[in-house]
């Protein structure tokens, strides 16, 4: 089993900037993917930002395009996820997730998600 502990929440003002940290422990051998999903209050948790664990290859909603990066040490088996120019509409709980490759299409280990709420 991958286990997942996320770091790097807490409040933020708007229009600032942001890391949060993923570290993956266990069977981290078996990662395809880690990435980044939210979930807003009130509403439902929605994708953020993937990238694969041996290539490096991202993909990203479209509405972080251009102020969300992802990406990920391999030897720290840590994944990343840079957040600027902050929006109050970013105000959310930030959760890692990673697939393994044996079911690299569902994601089958969550971190407990960070709140990061951010101040107008």
């Known amino acids: 089993q991958v286990q997942l502990t996320e770091s790097g929440g807490g409040l933020v003002q708007a229009g600032g900037s942001l890391r949060l940290s993923c570290a993956a422990s266990?069977?981290?051998?078996?990662?395809?993917?880690m990435g980044w999903f939210r979930q807003a209050p009130g509403k439902e948790r929605e994708f953020v930002a993937t990238?694969?664990?041996?290539?490096?290859?991202?993909s990203y909603a479209d509405s972080v395009k251009g102020r969300f990066t992802i990406s990920r040490d391999i030897a720290k088996d840590t994944v990343y996820l840079q957040i600027n120019s902050l929006l109050s509409a970013d105000t959310a709980v930030y959760y890692c997730?990673?697939?393994?490759?044996?079911?690299?299409?569902?994601?089958?280990?969550w971190g407990q998600g960070p709140p990061v709420p951010v101040s107008s």
């Open positions: 990238v694969r664990r041996t290539t490096g290859t991202t």
């Open positions: 266990g069977r981290t051998f078996s990662i395809h993917s």
């Open positions: 997730a990673a697939t393994i490759l044996s079911d690299p299409g569902g994601y089958t280990s």
